[in-house]
């Protein structure tokens, strides 16, 4: 199978980025995925520097589940098992340059990649200098990474490896939306598990149902309240607020009194990696009904036996 993909990166800092990302501090392959990190010169030692400390060198050779991500070999392998998790098969193949950039840099660009029999994606990221905190390197790593998973199911949606959802192009790209959320939220508990981060999914007060027989369509509550019909430039929040939407009522349905989760309540999480397989696997169109939660069904991808070992 054939891509044609173009990458496009805008990040609207302030600063000039004067030197070229000529340095790799991680590449390599887990399955049929391959990666490679790159970065400016000036932020090689910030970059690489924290990965190197003996505590993260011990961490990176247990791969249990339960327990963070402590490299980019670890990340991306993490990143595989999770949407092989989500998608019930082996992942397609994928071939991804990330691209890291200081913080506040004024970066914007677009590479075009044709290739055969794999993903090509190549997008850039911020990074933090060397004086910032452990815990900011780690969470740049697992954003970068999780975004990156986030546009690798765009591309298997554009490409027609994903069946689309909905009657109008309005209504497939706001499940197109939802989905590529979902597996960025899963990518990302993945690889903070064990950890205290939260992620949380509201409601979104712009995002209205509309009840119409058996069914209900979407519509935008404007600033003044106003209620109109959705545009294309309405799918990417509404594809988040129906993600949100789904996943905050299987956790009710759980149990759950707050649709937040803590990265080391395994049950919590492998609730939210439940949804989101039941929207891979058995998807419906969110642009004209809410998620049947009964439908969903709890199959853990943490497992409490990791804890023992």
Known sequence: MGYKIHSFTRLNGSKRLREVPSVTISSGRTEN????????PSLAPSAMGWQHKSHVDRAATDDRRILPAATWEQAFKRAFKTVEYLTGRVP???KVTMILVPEGTMYEKTVIRDAQGYVPLTFAFYYPEADSSENSHFSAMSDAVARSIYEYQHVLYRNGTVSPIGTSNVDRSINDESRSQCWYDS?????????????RWGADPYMKRIKIGSESALAVVTSSGDVRKPSFSDTAPLGVGVEAETVAAYLRSRGTATAQVVSNDLGAMNAVLSVCRALTQNPHDLATREYPIEQVRFVPYFSEDDKQK
């Open 33 to 40: 995925w391959e990666w490679e990190v790159r970065t400016i």
């Open 92 to 94: 397609r193949p994928l």
């Open 187 to 199: 990518a990302l508990l993945s690889l903070t598990a064990g950890t205290h981060s939260v992620s």
